[in-house]
């Protein structure tokens, strides 16, 4: 193809919201759009797609695609990859970004490549520079960033959750949303089973506070002292990757590069040394409160508040000190 | 059943953050002298997969796959040595520093050369770029379903059944064979080689292709052949800004954090 | 269980003491008797004699010879039986090298019973049993040479013969009693394997011996020598042509002669007093007489079986004690190499025949006396690991499938696995290797080595282990070093010191080991050895990142395979470098360079730096200045004390601290209580029971010490762990550091960082 131009955007939502990662790979575009002009169209899927196509004009589609069919109402991979290829080739734009979801780490590299280009995962920045994109990603779990520009085009881009800033909702804006219909594909995957995992209390990603546990912590039964302190604060609880391997606590807790992405306004980083993968997960976190023995842990670094001190010692006097403040 | 398990051989993520270096020049991790490379971890817990279901049917043949230079011997190795019956390097210069585009399509060849297969299971992504595309890439290049980020694949009657890891939820899906199934460490820990095992593995042999041998010429491939451009590497700097709470005794210092903390409408 | 003890030990100097002073009283009585008999005896004396076999007739002695060479098959059918068992095991053991060295092994722990007074009651009972009855049986050869051989019990020497086997017969019935008080009223909980017949009737089987034998004496002595005159000989026979003495002259029995066999001569006046006739007395000392013969001839037969089968095999398992481990070092120090790698198709022990002949012997020589069980750590922490159990249960099972095993090669249908079925499989991995059962076994058990092949099959045939062990060998193998999600590299120690690079013109090498560089908390430690060796113009040097595991902690998670791949590396590098001295920071790196590296061409002079520094001490190179002023207690590790036999140099270095109050712990040196985290367990969990950190700080936080003092970097780890855990007033807790740290302190100042 040539004479690409503009930014195609995959939005998705759930109950008719357009959900906060898309509104966040919106803003992206829309800055991605000023440097590389061109317009910003937003494509939803399935279930509910003119809902979100017409939300996303308000936060800076300038107009949107819905393909509605029922075929399209669950992810499956054949089928919405064959609807973003349509839509990719009728479009025709220089971008295309996807928010990293499940779906969009599963969708992304078919599509990439079924269009002619390699998709860049895990986005956290852009810039244009030369009138070509800059992706920067980080890798090595996140110990190194790298910077990629796409050889071919589109550039197909993942965006992480919480990587980038939302514009302010604004109503007023309007844009055309227009369906399209796609031929339907042959579906060779079978969704089987489902099942809702039991998470207690509030989930991870919305929670404002989170008390956290690594390796450090040295048992299972240690974790009984950051549910209180959790408990106390009003927050959740989560894990490092190291904790949750070694069986301390439920996978569904894990926080980092592999596990939840989170952004409260408070992390307590309980013995956790401060691993790449692991802060990969609290990059949005606005205030990070590290207790940790070793003085030089790398958590440190990325700290707000530090506290070299034994846990075992220091929790329980901080719940206590959390208890009177009332 | 035939089963393919790329490895990939990749610096260690477990590189202290003080050893971590990058040569920006080169683009390239500077090897840490203490830490050696290793296979990536989520291809070590695909070789358990593919293991688990031989075990399961009884029956079987793991080939494992690798890309890269003399290294990726040792990720070989270790497949092997876990259960795996035979193995492929792709080792030509030609074919490394690719992206998932590239390097997926010498992997497909590959596959496809290696014939007959029904089942392909990688790692989620490698634990250097992290990018989770290859698998897929390799997929779509074969033409062939695919499940990613699975925490189970089990196999019966020409069908592959997958758990997927999803935010709040898992999802089984069943395909056709063949097929592509990406593993994740909720899949649980490798098995531990058991000696008479490894010292089979040391003496199996490991068939060599070049990408003459896959039919594909250098500019298809590697890094030539990618559609992505690596622009920079670097190491992030981090100022540090942290306000250390000092304190006589734990106490005291949980006392002063509560105070700060609240002070900042924090708490 | 009890973890500590509650009521407080005797010192070791306590119980050395008061074992002289028994073996002393023993020679005593041997040595007085005979001076007394020389110095006190009357005219009279010169022909003090008895007759032997006295009212029973002397034509016996043929149907004695007789039953004795009956009972001496009996006797050699009892070990010969079991030794073709013990030859179902490997062959690849051989124990009878060295023998003027095994003689006296031999001599220190079999006769001199060098282990027994570990147990001080249980010690003397037993030197009271066994002197008792040696002497009691040399007796009865020495009166059987008098009786056919050389006419010689006469006069004084009769009458010292007489007093000592008097007083050793009391002796040993102290002794039985005293066993008889064990069982029945103080109940010590590692007797539980106590059986029926082979404790408790074998007991009163030796109690009735002796008390048959003095009754037969007294009724002799009430006939003859209470009751002056000549005595009838009942002597003659078989004279001339077997040209052998016998009795054929006029005894005068002189009641002179009576007090000199005091036991004898009470019962003789107690029964006269009661009115017993010499007449009926004849006929008790016959009755006796026939009791005593067939009590003595089945305990006599008794020694080549069961418990009293130790006599033979557990002087034997002395004798074949393992000497590649240098002087006062266990057995379970130096694991042997796994030789084929390639062509074997199991590794460790599965089945019985995987053990060697030897360890099969161990589990037969065991006599349940419990010791081990009553000093190993796991057991008294509520685990499942008992090494009696573990000695128990091979050998019953050997027993079992044994017979049908002799002469085939291969299990026999339907036989089980030892490693995880006959052994549990906790069991198998709650061991510490602490070595106390083997420093406390009176027969030389080797436990330790038994156990480890065990742990050999489980990990390198089956792959099989605990998470734990897995993840740390898995990193091991991958990283070099067992400290998963480690921040530091093996240089960062170095920060802000002058570290020499060792390049083979220094003196000593410094093998920080990967404790001393990887983790946090050595680090000071390994800060302080370096700048004390600074300090006294030591000439030294670091090889910083060419260190590598030494494989200690591969080989005692059982994966030997992994372990030689380290070993192999490890030497490499050091004859690289052309190391000739080595101080290590750590006591499993000590073990390893000093009693295996040696089995695989390593040679090296190697010091724990408590001993160098120790050294450096006494020479006046390092000068104590600051004082302590803290009381110290000293935790004796278990791979610096029981491997490798130091106890002295780290508590030299104690004493040179100026102003230090020092108070050992109730269980120290040899007694020592491991801090938990041997064997592999500073990585892998606990299977049950509290853990064994918590006790030994438990014990350590209630000596009053403000400081425990520490060699080793594990230990200094698990009593951080512990004191925090068992002492929630962070300041009524006691603080662990390595000796270096206070050496530092004292000699330098306050550390660096």
Redesign the interface.
């Known amino acids: 193809m040539a004479n690409e131009s503009g930014i195609l955007v995959l939005v998705t939502g759930a109950d008719g919201q357009l959900n906060s990662l898309s509104t966040e790979v919106l803003g992206a575009a829309r800055r991605i759009a000023e440097g590389l002009g061109g317009n910003v169209t937003a494509v939803a899927i399935g279930i509910g797609a003119s809902d979100y196509g017409k939300q996303a004009i308000a936060y800076g589609a300038d107009d949107a695609i819905a393909v509605e069919d029922p075929s399209l109402d669950e992810y499956r991979n054949e089928t919405w990859t064959a609807a973003m290829t349509a839509v990719a080739k009728e479009v025709n734009p220089a971008v295309v970004l996807i928010g990293q979801t499940a779906t969009g780490r599963d969708l992304a590299p078919r599509f990439a490549i079924r269009i002619g280009t390699a998709a860049a995962m895990d986005c956290v920045d852009f810039e244009v520079s030369n009138g070509t994109l800059l992706m920067t990603r980080p890798c090595f779990g996140g110990a190194a960033m790298a910077k990629y520009t796409s050889k071919t085009l589109p550039a197909v881009a993942t965006v992480r959750p919480k990587a980038q800033e939302p514009l302010a909702q604004d109503t007023s804006r309007t844009g055309e949303v227009r369906t399209m219909t796609v031929d339907a594909v042959g579906v060779v995957s079978q969704i089987v089973n489902r099942e809702q995992v039991q998470s207690e209390g509030m989930r991870l990603e919305d929670a404002k506070v989170i008390v956290s546990g690594g390796r450090g912590l040295g048992s299972a039964e240690a974790f009984a002292e950051l549910e209180t302190l959790a408990k106390t604060l009003g927050g959740a609880v989560g894990a490092s990757r190291a904790a949750v391997d070694l069986g301390w606590i439920p996978l569904t807790s894990q926080i980092g590069l592999t596990g939840k992405v989170v952004t409260p306004d408070l992390y307590i980083a309980v013995a956790i040394s401060g691993a790449s993968q692991h802060l990969a997960g609290i990059t949005g976190a606005r205030n990070v409160v590290a207790i940790n023995k070793d003085a030089e842990a790398d958590i440190f670094k990325h700290s707000r508040f530090g506290v070299v001190a034994d846990w075992k010692t220091f929790i329980p006097a901080f719940t206590e000190e959390v208890r009177k403040l009332g | 059943m035939n089963i393919v398990c790329c490895v990939k051989q990749v610096?260690?993520?477990?590189?202290?953050?003080?050893?971590?270096k990058?040569d920006e020049a080169a683009k390239q991790?500077v090897p840490?002298?203490?830490?050696?490379p290793?296979i990536s971890q989520f291809d070590q817990i695909a070789v358990e997969a593919a293991l688990r279901i031989r075990d399961a049917l009884g029956e079987g043949t793991i080939t494992i796959l690798s890309l890269g230079p003399d290294s990726a011997r040792d990720a070989i190795k270790v497949g092997l040595a876990m259960g795996a019956d035979e193995a492929v390097h792709l080792n030509d210069p030609a074919l490394f520093d690719g992206?998932?585009?590239s390097t997926?399509l010498a992997l497909s060849k590959a596959i496809e050369k290696i014939g007959n297969v029904d089942l392909i299971l990688t790692g989620?992504?490698a634990?250097?770029?992290?990018?989770?595309?290859?698998g897929?890439?390799i997929?779509?290049?074969l033409g062939v379903?695919?499940?990613?980020?699975t925490k189970r694949v089990t196999a019966s009657g020409g069908k592959i059944?997958a758990?997927?890891?999803?935010?709040?939820?898992?999802?089984?899906?069943?395909?056709?064979t063949p097929c592509v199934v990406s593993v994740?460490?909720?899949l649980g820990?490798p098995?531990?080689?058991?000696?008479?095992?490894?010292?089979q593995a040391a003496r199996k042999q490991v068939t060599v292709w070049s990408a003459a041998d896959l039919g594909l010429s250098p500019d298809e491939v590697g890094k030539a052949g990618?559609?992505?451009?690596?622009?920079?590497?670097?190491?992030?700097q981090?100022e540090?800004?942290?306000?250390?709470?000092q304190g006589d005794?734990?106490?005291e210092?949980?006392?002063t954090?509560?105070?700060?903390?609240?002070e900042?409408k924090?708490? | 269980m009890t973890e500590f003890p509650s009521r407080p030990r005797l010192s070791p100097e306590a119980r050395r003491l008061a074992t002289a002073a028994v073996w002393l009283s023993l020679a005593g009585v041997i040595v007085l008797a005979t001076v007394l008999a020389y110095t006190l005896t009357t005219a009279d004396s010169g022909d003090a004699t008895r007759e032997v076999l006295f009212n029973v007739g002397h034509a016996l002695r043929w149907v004695l010879y007789l039953l004795t060479a009956i009972v001496f098959v009996i006797i050699a059918a009892g070990p010969y039986r079991k030794a073709k068992l013990w030859k179902i095991g490997r062959q690849d053991e051989m124990r009878w090298d060295r023998i003027g060295e095994r003689a006296k092994v031999f001599l220190f722990y079999g006769i001199g019973q060098g282990r027994m007074t570990n147990d001080l009651y249980a010690g003397v009972m037993h030197l009271f049993i066994f002197w008792g009855w040696l002497v009691l049986f040399a007796g009865t050869l020495v009166i059987m040479a008098h009786a056919d051989f050389v006419y010689f019990l006469q006069g004084p020497i009769y009458l010292a013969y007489s007093t000592i086997l008097d007083v050793f017969g009391v002796i040993a019935l102290i002794g039985i009693v005293m066993a008889l008080a064990r069982r029945y009223l103080m109940q010590p909980p590692r007797l539980r394997l106590g059986s029926l017949w082979d404790d408790v009737a074998l007991l009163w089987l030796m109690f009735a011996i002796v008390c048959t034998g003095f009754v037969v004496e007294g009724m002799r002595m009430g006939a003859t020598e209470l009751i002056s005159g000549p005595i009838d000989a009942h002597g003659a026979a078989f004279a001339g042509d077997l040209a052998i003495a016998h009795v054929d002259r006029d005894i005068v029995a002189n009641p002179d002669w009576a007090p000199w066999s005091p036991i004898g001569y009470a019962i003789a006046e107690l029964f006269d007093a009661l009115g017993v006739s010499p007449a009926t007395m004849l006929d008790v000392h016959k009755a006796m007489w026939w009791t005593h013969l067939p009590l003595a001839l089945a305990w006599t037969a008794w020694v080549g079986y069961g418990k009293l089968g130790h006599i033979i095999t557990g002087s034997a398992n002395i004798f074949m004690r393992d000497l590649r481990p240098p002087k006062g070092v266990i057995a379970g120090s130096t694991l042997p190499a796994i030789k084929d790698f390639e062509t074997a198709e199991s590794f460790g022990a599965g089945y019985l025949h995987d053990l060697s002949w030897k360890q099969l012997m161990d589990t037969d020589v065991c006599v349940r006396c419990g010791r081990c069980e009553s000093n190993c750590p796991a057991w008294l922490t509520g685990k499942e690991l008992t090494p009696m159990g573990l000695m128990q249960d091979i050998k019953l099972y050997l027993h079992e499938v044994g017979p049908s095993k002799v002469g085939t090669t291969g299990p026999v249908e339907g036989e089980r696995l030892l490693a995880g079925d006959i052994v549990s499989v906790n069991t198998i991995w709650d061991c510490v290797t602490c070595g106390a059962c083997e420093t406390q076994c009176p027969v030389n058990i080797e436990h330790i080595g038994t156990l480890q092949e065990l742990r050999r099959y489980k990990v390198l045939t089956e792959g099989d282990m605990p998470p734990t062990a897995q993840a740390t060998l898995s990193q091991l193998e991958q990283r070099g070093h067992p400290w998963r999600g480690t921040t530091l590299t093996r240089t960062t120690w170095m920060e802000g010191l002058e570290v020499p690079e060792f390049d083979g013109t220094q003196e000593y090498l410094y093998w920080v080991g990967c404790s001393g560089a990887l983790v946090e908390r050595n680090v000071p430690i390994t800060r302080a050895v370096a700048r004390l060796l600074t300090e006294a113009g030591v000439s030294w040097g670091s090889l910083g990142e060419a260190e590598s595991c030494t494989g200690d902690p591969a080989r005692r998670m059982g994966n030997e395979y992994l372990a030689q791949m380290q070993i192999e590396g490890t030497l490499a590098a050091l004859k690289e470098k052309q190391v000739q001295k080595i101080i290590t920071n750590c006591p499993h790196c000590f073990n390893t360079l000093r009693n295996e590296y040696p089995g695989f061409g390593g040679e090296f002079e190697v010091f724990h730096h408590t001993q160098l520094l120790a050294d450096l001490v006494q020479e006046g190179k390092l000068k104590p200045k600051h004082d302590i002023t803290e009381q110290v207690t000293y935790h004796d590790s278990c791979y610096l004390g029981r491997h490798n036999g130091e106890y002295e140099a780290p508590r030299k270095l104690i004493e040179a601290l100026p102003g230090v109050k020092f108070v050992e712990m109730p269980r120290s040196g040899k007694q020592s209580f491991c801090c938990g985290a041997g064997g592999g367990h500073m990585f892998i969990d606990e299977t049950q029971g509290k853990r064994i950190n918590h006790a030994r700080a438990e014990e350590a936080q209630a000596t009053g010490a403000g400081i425990i003092g520490t060699n080793c970097p594990f230990c200094v780890q698990m009593f951080d762990d512990g004191v925090g855990s068992v002492e929630p007033d962070e300041t009524k807790r006691a603080k662990p550091m390595d000796l270096a740290e206070l050496l530092e302190l004292t000699v330098i100042g306050k550390p660096t960082s």
């Open positions: 610096p260690d993520p477990e590189t202290p953050a003080r050893a971590f990058v991790v840490a002298p203490g830490n050696p290793v992206d998932g585009y997926g989620r992504q634990t250097d770029w992290d990018f989770g595309a290859t897929l890439a997929a779509e290049l379903p695919s499940i990613s980020i059944q758990e997927r890891v999803l935010a709040d939820s898992f999802e089984t899906v069943e395909v056709p994740s460490n909720e820990e098995r531990y080689p058991k000696l008479p095992q490894i010292m990618a559609r992505l451009n690596l622009e920079a590497l670097y190491i992030p981090v540090s800004k942290v306000e250390f709470i005794g734990p106490a210092q949980a006392a954090l509560a105070h700060k903390l609240r900042a924090l708490i």
